[in-house]
């Protein structure tokens, strides 16, 4: 058509800016540089520029200051990490490429580019090979593909429990220094290895309450957290993805980081329910404690209800209780728990499933304890009746507070100030009654409220369909 140049994409326009920085560099000089070279036409360019940062794979990170983005070759270049040995490893002499290298091993290399090089930089002769792992269920044996390095294993007299440490020397043409570490040695760096642990798990997790979706993806958080971490190039603790495994507040799922509590709608559909953690127990000393809720419908602040419950009584209990107090079925419908838990010092909250309760008292929440729930006054809980109309109530912690004798718990103990409506069949005839129903098919039928007591509604609307009214 014409012999113009094609013009370049905007991923080749963030790839070619990328490899030319030097350091950290100001999103918006970045942003700036991008589009000296792909003049687009769009109503926004630099936003389309930015989500590829975030979602996208391009070749560099955005820091948490979200104003400063690095290269990804720059945040991994010469860094070092440890390969614990397994048995077979170590036996065989191999390494496995997946999970070891995950993330250190640039993925749009093929692993046969990389290049393995001695301590003292001699390059190690390197061989991919497929190595045969155990029998996953339905398929059978699978294979995985290793560095295969015998005759350096042996030389060097490489034993189970000892480490590989390597240093990434070149992300980008996936170049690799090898050093053998035995298992005696990292035993005299156990302080050391546990903090840089800490440091790290600790820049993971922060990044993870940072994130606006709770789970934040390896290949951005990895190079990330090294290019915050303060001696990436020193001694190293263990392995990311074992930092992350050995966290109580994470878990890593393959390509995502999650809070470990959490489960994708996938992990349910596999699970077949909620995973809800089983073993929970109350504290001996808050089994007694009364813990004070102020139960509200979520889209109707103004009808709450006040409940007491002890630390040793369970959701199950709870749900019973909320189910009287709000006149919902006792004998249709689930109810399910949520928690509401503050991510980091932010105002953003993120909601972490207790699990279901059935109108029998089972589920597989009914066992959780109130008291192991680890509630501060403040804290809240939500409570959904019926997954189907999807009843949403908001349960905050008041107070705990020592039971007074004699009282029988789980109670209500308070309620909003009613304010009634009345039957409008006694008003015609001079009588003021509260009304406790809505006609719902009069209502529809006439195009208004039609509010009626329980009298008027079995003498005139017997047949209709009705719906209690709550005060
Ligand atoms: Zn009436
Ligand atoms: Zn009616």
């Known amino acids: 058509m014409s012999s113009q140049e094609k013009p370049i994409t905007m991923n080749q326009a963030i790839d070619q800016v990328a490899a030319q920085l030097d350091g950290p560099t100001p999103m918006d000089e970045f942003i700036r540089r991008v589009l000296e070279l792909w003049p687009s036409k769009a109503k926004n360019p630099a936003a389309s520029i930015r989500q590829r940062l975030r979602y996208g794979d391009a070749p560099l990170v955005t820091l948490p200051d979200r104003k400063t983005v690095i290269p990804v070759a720059l945040a991994l270049k010469g860094v070092r990490f440890r390969i614990p040995l397994s048995r077979q490893e170590a036996r065989r002499g191999f390494l496995l490429i997946y999970p070891n290298f995950d993330i250190f091993l640039n993925q749009h290399l093929r692993p046969e580019a990389a290049r393995l090089f001695d301590k003292q930089g001699h390059p190690l002769p390197t061989q991919v090979i497929q190595v045969r792992q155990g029998h996953l269920e339905s398929l059978g044996p699978y294979k995985v593909p290793a560095f295969r390095l015998t005759d350096w294993f042996h030389k ?120 809800v953690p089983q073993e929970v127990n109350c504290p ?42 709000f006149e919902h079925d006792t004998l249709d419908h689930l109810g399910g728990f949520w928690k509401r838990a503050r991510r980091g010092k932010s105002k953003r909250f993120r909601k972490v499933d207790l699990g279901t309760v059935d109108p029998f008292g089972e589920g597989e929440g009914a066992d959780l304890p109130i008291g192991g729930l680890g509630l501060q006054p403040g804290d809240q809980l939500e409570y959904v009746y019926d997954f189907g109309d999807w009843i949403e109530h908001l349960l905050t912690l008041e107070e705990i507070a020592d039971p007074e004798p004699g009282a029988d718990y789980p109670q209500i103990v308070g309620r909003n100030r009613p304010r009634y409506r009345y039957c409008e069949t006694c008003k015609a005839e001079g009588r003021k009654t509260v009304a406790t129903w809505i006609c719902l098919e009069c209502s529809n039928a006439e195009q208004r409220e039609v509010l009626i007591c329980e009298d008027c509604l079995l003498a005139n609307h017997e047949t209709h369909y009705a719906g209690s009214i709550l005060y």
């Open 284 to 325: 001996p000393e808050l089994a007694r404690k009364v813990y004070r809720f102020k139960a509200a419908l979520r889209y109707r602040p103004g009808l709450w209800r006040r409940i007491e419950i002890q630390g040793e009584q369970t959701l199950a209990d709870f749900d019973a209780i909320l189910r009287q107090a």
């Open 156 to 275: 060097r007299r490489v034993r189970r429990g000892d480490s590989i440490l390597v240093t990434v020397e070149d992300w980008q043409q996936g170049h690799f220094r090898l050093e053998h570490e035995p298992a005696r040695k990292r035993r005299q760096h156990q302080e050391e290895i546990a903090r840089k642990n800490r440091e790290m798990a600790d820049l993971f997790f922060d990044i993870l309450e940072a994130a606006y979706y709770e789970e934040i993806f390896t290949q951005q958080a990895v190079p990330t957290v090294y290019a915050l971490m303060s001696d990436p190039r020193g001694y190293p603790g263990d392995h990311w993805i074992q930092v992350v495994e050995q966290d109580p507040r994470m878990r890593w799922t393959g390509g995502a980081i999650t809070y470990s509590d959490r489960f994708s709608p996938l992990e349910r559909m596999l699970f077949g329910q909620t995973p």
